[in-house]
């Protein structure tokens, strides 16, 4: 049953080789404005970057099924269906929880694929090969060097200003799940299933960058046009868009389209 209730709450989930800490512009900007905004770390990871460049070991026994189930909680424990915004891989989750009735509207900022979505461009391979290319890294936290921070994050950015995100911002990969998230095309039973057909989910926008080398903009067209999905692309814009210079206009745009469109609906048992 619909009811009146406009959302008042946003929940952002943020990717891997990142923390919360990768929002903390959005939820300044959004929390001005008069929304709560709640920005939960993936289980085990509350700590701050500088600890779990220390100790990443939260990281090696992650998987998928074990932050969607974290963050369902967490929604379900809120009086009233949030927008949900995610970010790269916290993109997916965010696309999945919607698709399981959950949250009022979703924003997909530059959002790793999910089942039924074959596409793993070069630069994407490029970007977490020194991951990939090794199977006995999975179930381990993979460092992330500045050099890979470059070349994903930060090819929009001039040296000081990459490295000066690098050091704000990017902690080891938590490895398991990228190797979920490569191989879910061939896993009937991956965390990262999406019923495409599903005309009951809320509304979904894709965010894409035309300079994103992680998840180029191609995927996230093609991902929005799978869905039946609102898109916008930033031609000028890489994967790290809730950072670089110009971040504004898209958390904007995102909770501009997120208010017009959410569905306004009465919480979802817990």
């Known amino acids: 049953m ?14 891997l080789w990142m923390t919360p800490r990768s929002w ?5 900007r959004y929390e001005a404005r008069g929304y709560q905004v709640i920005a939960p770390a993936w289980p085990g990871l509350e700590g701050e970057v500088e600890a779990l460049r220390n100790d990443p070991s939260p990281l090696a026994n992650l998987s998928a099924e074990k932050i969607l189930a974290h963050y ?3 929604i379900r424990e809120l009086d009233s269906p949030p927008i949900i915004m995610g970010h790269s891989f916290g993109g997916a989750f965010a696309q999945i929880l919607i698709d399981r009735g959950l949250g ?3 924003v997909i900022v530059d959002g790793a694929s999910v089942r039924g979505i074959p596409d793993l461009p070069l630069s994407t391979l490029k970007s977490s090969a020194h991951v990939l290319s090794n199977p ?3 179930g381990k936290a993979v460092p992330f060097s500045y050099k890979h921070f470059k070349y994903a994050f930060g090819n929009t950015l001039d040296d000081d200003a990459a490295m000066a995100a690098y050091d704000r911002y990017a902690i080891p990969a938590a490895a398991h799940v990228l190797f979920e998230g ?13 019923d495409w057909s599903n005309t009951e989910r809320a509304p979904l926008l894709f965010i894409g960058g035309g300079q994103d080398h992680v998840i180029p903009a191609k995927v996230s067209r093609k991902m929005a046009k799978k869905a039946g999905a609102d898109y916008q692309e930033y031609p000028s814009r ?17 909770l501009t389209w997120a208010t017009e469109h959410a569905e306004k609906k009465e919480a979802v048992p817990a």
């Open 182 to 194: 490569a191989m879910a095309n061939l896993n009937p039973k991956t965390a990262f299933k999406f």
């Open 2 to 15: 619909t009811t009146n209730l406009t959302p008042d709450t946003i929940v952002l989930i943020h990717g």
């Open 24 to 28: 903390e512009k959005w939820v300044e």
């Open 238 to 254: 890489s994967h790290f868009t809730a950072g670089e210079p110009g971040w504004e206009e898209v958390a904007d745009y995102a």
């Open 136 to 138: 006995l890294n999975r």
């Open 72 to 74: 369902e909680k967490i």
């Open 104 to 106: 009022a509207a979703g």
